[in-house]
């Protein structure tokens, strides 16, 4: 039988009469004899009551909580930035470099195309631009007692008979005519040489050097 005796109906736990040996020490007596049941006055709060925070204090936790954040979050954020940033200026000053490019390109074919216009234009109403061609030809070459062919359009070779005939025929040339050649242009043959001077072959010498390719030919 257990030293224990029963608690009698209605008597509280833990105000139970102790029946065992009153000279044992605290620190020898079991878990369940050392139990006292628990205060529920503590801090003032009575059983089943618990303390909620007020409006007041969770709006100063979440205001706490933003700023930690903000302040763990900015030196990244501000850095990202600053990487999107100079991401973004690489691709303006990339796309700005291309629009220029661009740009100056057509200008240069629009100016080709003006060009080209206006010389085709010149070459009908002003035909005497021929004889400027005829002596900057001519003085390429050396000095030629025979054998030396002038070859032009027939109208144009009428032209320079009447201006230059007499020059050229004491430098040794000698005027032939073609009806190929196109009028404004000229071809200068020797011995050992040949100079194709037509409107087209100098435009392409024109363009080339400006490192383009357009056709002397005026689109229809």
């Known amino acids: 039988m257990s030293e224990f005796s029963v608690p009698a109906r209605g008597t509280p736990v833990g105000t139970q009469p102790f029946h065992g040996d009153p000279s044992a020490a605290p620190e020898k007596l079991t878990a369940w004899q050392r139990w006292e049941a628990p205060n529920l006055q503590t801090n003032g709060l009575r059983a089943g009551e618990v303390a909620l925070p007020t409006a007041a204090q969770i709006e100063e936790i979440q205001r706490q909580a933003r700023e930690e954040g903000f302040r763990s979050g900015h030196a990244e954020g501000l850095q990202r930035a600053l990487q999107e940033n100079r991401r973004l200026s690489d691709l303006i000053g990339a796309l700005e470099t291309q629009i220029d490019e661009k740009v100056a390109r057509e200008l240069l074919e629009l100016s ?97 050097a400006l490192g383009q390719e357009a056709s002397w030919l005026i689109p229809e």
């Open 112 to 208: 080709l195309d003006v060009a080209r216009q206006m010389l085709h234009q010149a070459l009908k109403v002003n035909p005497e631009l021929l004889l400027g061609v005829v002596r900057e030809a001519i003085a390429t070459l050396p000095h030629y007692n025979q054998g030396a062919h002038l070859v032009l359009h027939p109208d144009d070779a009428t032209l320079v008979r009447e201006r230059m005939g007499e020059q050229l025929s004491h430098s040794g040339w000698k005027i032939f005519e073609d009806a190929r050649i196109e009028r404004g242009g000229a071809r200068l043959e020797t011995a050992n040489s040949q100079i194709d001077a037509s409107p087209e072959t100098r435009w392409k010498r024109i363009v080339a």
